[in-house]
């Protein structure tokens, strides 16, 4: 295989780990505080982050490059915008206690990516890969028809956001980091006008009293941008179809913290359907082996 897309293969699968179970660990664990102000924490503590990055590997000079570019800037406003909503219904999700809806979006995404990577950049689907892609769509049938009756509008909002989010990025192809930086700069005023409802309510947790809890809420700034950084760079690299797939790993760890730890019900019928996504990604997987 080619070092850049073993590269690729690296990132996206750590990218996908995080989110899958460090992500999931960290967010519910702090999502007392109500899902609107964590909401507000994770784009603030990002785009803090991101400032203090840009600066130390002294970037300025190609972020007001994309400045002055009016249609990767145009991009970038959309790419913001669809990424805040999915950082906002994933961590509603996690506070209302609907993780299994959100980790059933994150298993349909990857279809939707492999398809906008066929469409928007002819990407290859050759026998195996078509094989593969129905194995998980009969998958998703199975927990709609048998479990969920109807897909849940937090899962179809987490699919089609992130999907659409990673074809920008790679249509753009711009520095990670610094695009990371723009999105959250435009998301940044509307974070901080509803921090300052909060704090004139009365009704926020981040204070100096409460010194712990406060640096505790910083993290979601590096909770957010480290995964995310992973993720997106690997979608460079490697392309919408490959690192869609990679990314089952995702929800299947939120599937087994949500079954092993956070006591959800996991039936037959999900089992069977986990069963036949894993096999679906190790198609895909050698599939990539062998042609790459």
């Known amino acids: 295989m080619k070092p850049e897309f073993n590269k690729g293969l690296i990132l996206t699968s750590l990218g996908s780990f995080w989110w899958g179970f460090i992500g999931v660990l960290y967010f519910e664990y702090v999502s007392f505080i109500g899902h609107i102000e964590l909401v507000v924490h994770r784009c603030l503590w990002t785009a803090i982050m991101l400032i203090l990055t840009t600066s130390f590997l002294s970037k300025w000079k190609i972020f007001l490059k994309i400045v002055y570019n009016k249609k990767i800037l145009f991009a970038l406003l959309i790419s913001g915008f669809l990424i805040f909503l999915n950082w906002s219904i994933w961590i509603y999700a996690v506070a209302t206690n609907k993780i299994i809806d959100a980790s059933f979006g994150y298993f349909i995404m990857p279809i939707i990516s492999v398809l906008l990577g066929y469409i928007f950049f002819n990407e290859k689907l050759n026998f195996k890969r078509l094989f593969s892609v129905s194995l998980v769509l009969i998958s998703i049938l199975i927990l709609i028809f048998f479990n969920l009756k109807s897909l849940p509008w937090v899962g179809l909002v987490v699919a089609f956001s992130w999907a659409f989010y990673n074809l920008i990025r790679k249509k753009i192809n711009i520095d990670t980091d610094v695009g990371l930086l723009i999105e959250s700069l435009y998301i940044l005023p509307f974070a901080l006008i509803v921090f300052y409802l909060i704090i004139k309510n009365g009704t926020n947790d981040f204070n100096i009293s409460n010194p712990g809890l406060s640096l505790f809420l ?39 913290l949500g079954y092993f730890y956070y006591n959800e019900s996991f039936s037959l019928l999900k089992f069977v359907s986990f069963i036949l996504i894993w096999i679906a990604v190790l198609i895909y997987l050698k599939d990539l082996y062998e042609t790459n």
């Open 218 to 256: 910083i993290l979601a700034g590096p909770m957010t941008v480290i995964p995310l950084f992973l993720y997106v760079r690997g979608v460079e690299l490697i392309g919408l179809g490959p690192t869609g797939m990679i990314f089952y790993i995702t929800p299947t760890l939120q599937f087994i």
